[in-house]
T-cell receptor
């Protein structure tokens, strides 16, 4: 499976944008880029996913580099409820979901 | 979307005993998975629960230790057998609603927090 690299932790101030990076230099052409987050004491929840084009939904935006070797999850206005561990996962249509270490996001009031 | 419930939500067990965790989904799903999350760690896939056949286990996990059942499209159980303190973890059930396009989102249950003394 192709691997992802994320910073262990990041901090943000409340109501400011947050850019969470993910490197995946060995991504294959059939890998989708998924982002999940895990709030304290909960199971992971889906945030967003994409293949080649940038994606937007009500939770976040996903910016994918042109060469697809990196991506950035963008939270436009962080709230205290966004404090969580964010996982960047590569997954092709035949593979199961495997989690890396993720980035622990702390949001300061 | 899919709403997943797990029972029990937590348990404290004695070494050498077994615990069966139940996962119930509010709709029929094609794929069901079991994950383990050890304290302070990320999630590790244990196995895929296959309806009507034996589960597919990941490397490092065996059926004798983690027997899994999936009698229908909405229910699965994971048993942690002959427990030791190293089995203390959160066990999570996850489902995926469609098979044809594996890029779909997965939904996760709230987890079962197991402590083995």
């Amino acid at each position: 499976d192709a691997k992802t690299t994320q910073p262990n932790s990041m901090e943000s101030n409340e109501e400011e944008p947050v850019h969470l990076p993910c490197n995946h230099s060995t991504i294959s052409g059939t890998d989708y880029i998924h982002w999940y987050r895990q709030l304290p004491s909960q199971g992971p929840e889906y945030v967003i996913h994409g293949l080649t084009s940038n994606v937007n939904n009500r939770m976040a935006s996903l910016a994918i580099a042109e060469d697809r070797k990196s991506s950035t999850l963008i939270l436009h206005r962080a709230t205290l409820r966004d404090a969580a561990v964010y996982y960047c996962i590569l997954r092709d249509v035949n593979n199961d979901m495997r989690f890396g270490a993720g980035t622990r996001l702390t949001v300061k009031p | 979307s899919a709403v997943i419930s797990q029972k029990p939500s937590r348990d404290i067990c004695q070494r050498g005993t077994s615990l069966t965790i139940q996962c119930q989904v509010d709709s029929q799903v094609t794929m069901m998975f079991w994950y383990r999350q050890q304290p302070g760690q990320s999630l590790t896939l244990i196995a895929t629960a296959n309806q009507g056949s034996e589960a597919t286990y990941e490397s490092g996990f065996v059926i004798d230790k983690f027997p899994i059942s999936r009698p229908n499209l909405t229910f699965s159980t994971l048993t942690v057998s002959n427990m030791s303190p190293e089995d203390s973890s959160i066990y999570l059930c996850s489902v995926e609603t469609r098979l044809a396009f594996r890029g779909n989102e997965q939904f996760f249950g709230p987890g079962t927090r197991l402590t083995v003394l």
